[in-house]
């Protein structure tokens, strides 16, 4: 089942009309729940977010959060779906053609669930990125449905053998396409400050949490690639892929990947997830 609006139909009864402003524009917002045996993760700050995101666009959301939380976990315990994700997103809705918001669309929410195991072995292992410019728009704080600039990276990563690029603008690293970046050096985790130039992660936010648990500085700090490059560890987080070790960036290898500070950052997640 999926859910549209407030109503669970099968996805073969979903009809998206051909001048929804999400498919004609991009009009719209997105969220990825992370679920747990059963149990979305974070859900609140995902919420809050997509709160955020929607007051930023000038755009109604059809349910209230607390409805579409109640109608999102009843969908995840319908569908039996025990590890995996929901994906929900809300556009402006059907409206004649015109890059205006209209003034008398009705937003449409959608929401499904997907099976999808955690990336143990990546975890452990590590994964290889590529950096890439950084060419999207000036409010990459907005969690929108616009991502052509992430999926152009992404598949720049592909193209490249690796599994995510990471994006500089003017000198400075910002993020991967899907994912919150992270250098330690010297006993410190360094990441960009939480701007419009990137999207806060939950997960960076639930990072910043264990970081101050355990007593790790957590600075929200610019640094260009050449200080990426001079880091003792380097990461990347995400909703999906929780917190995930580099051990190869363009053509360096990082040896001893996890590190020490990656490593106890994985630890202590794995606790949150247990607690969930
Ligand atoms: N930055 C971008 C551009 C992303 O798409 C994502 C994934 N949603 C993130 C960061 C990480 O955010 P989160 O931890 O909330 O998944």
Same mark, same amino acid.
């Given at each position: ?9 099968t996805?073969?009864?979903? &009809?998206i009309?051909?001048?929804?402003r999400?498919?004609q ?13 059963g149990?979305?993760f974070r859900?609140?700050?995902h919420?809050?977010r997509?709160?955020?995101s929607?007051?930023?666009?000038s ?13 999102i976990?009843?969908?995840i315990?319908?569908n039996?779906?025990q590890?995996?994700?929901v994906?929900?997103?809300?556009t ?7 890059h205006?918001f209209?003034t008398?669309s009705t937003?449409v ?6 099976e ?5 072995e990546?975890?452990?292992k590590?994964?290889k990125i590529v950096?890439? $410019? ?10 929108s449905l ?6 152009m990276?992404k598949?720049?990563?592909v193209? &490249? ?10 000198n400075?690293?910002t993020?991967g396409?899907?994912s919150?970046?992270f250098?330690v050096k010297?006993?410190?985790i360094?990441? &960009?400050p939480?701007?419009?130039f ?5 997960t ?9 648990k355990i ?7 610019e640094f260009n690639?050449k200080?990426?490059?001079?880091a003792?560890e380097?990461?990347?987080s995400?909703?999906?892929? $929780?917190?995930?070790p580099?051990?190869?960036i363009n ?9 020490s500070i990656?490593k106890a950052l994985? $630890? $202590?997640?794995e606790k949150?997830i247990?607690?969930n």
């Amino acid at each position: 089942m999926i859910l549209m609006n407030d109503q669970f139909i099968t996805r073969g009864e979903a &009809h998206i009309d051909i001048e929804d402003r999400g498919y004609q524009f991009g009009d719209g917002i997105y969220e990825v729940v992370r679920v747990y045996d059963g149990k979305p993760f974070r859900f609140d700050d995902h919420l809050i977010r997509f709160e955020r995101s929607a007051k930023e666009l000038s755009l109604s959301l059809p349910l209230s959060s607390e409805e579409i939380k109640l109608k999102i976990t009843q969908l995840i315990e319908m569908n039996n779906l025990q590890n995996g994700i929901v994906y929900f997103q809300t556009t402006r809705g059907v409206a004649t053609r015109n890059h205006a918001f209209p003034t008398d669309s009705t937003s449409v929410l959608t929401a499904y669930t997907k099976e999808m195991n955690r990336p143990y072995e990546k975890l452990q292992k590590g994964i290889k990125i590529v950096t890439i $410019e950084d060419i999207r728009w000036l409010r990459c704080d907005i969690k929108s449905l616009n991502l052509l600039g992430n999926i152009m990276a992404k598949q720049y990563a592909v193209d &490249h053998q690796a599994y995510e690029a990471v994006q500089i603008r003017d000198n400075i690293v910002t993020e991967g396409s899907s994912s919150n970046f992270f250098i330690v050096k010297d006993g410190k985790i360094l990441t &960009h400050p939480a701007n419009n130039f990137i999207l806060k992660g939950i997960t960076r936010l639930v990072i910043e949490k264990i970081a101050d648990k355990i007593g790790i500085p957590f600075v929200e700090k610019e640094f260009n690639l050449k200080q990426v490059y001079q880091a003792d560890e380097a990461f990347v987080s995400s909703t999906t892929m $929780e917190i995930m070790p580099i051990n190869q960036i363009n053509d360096k290898t990082i040896t001893n990947s996890p590190g020490s500070i990656t490593k106890a950052l994985q $630890e $202590e997640f794995e606790k949150l997830i247990k607690l969930n």
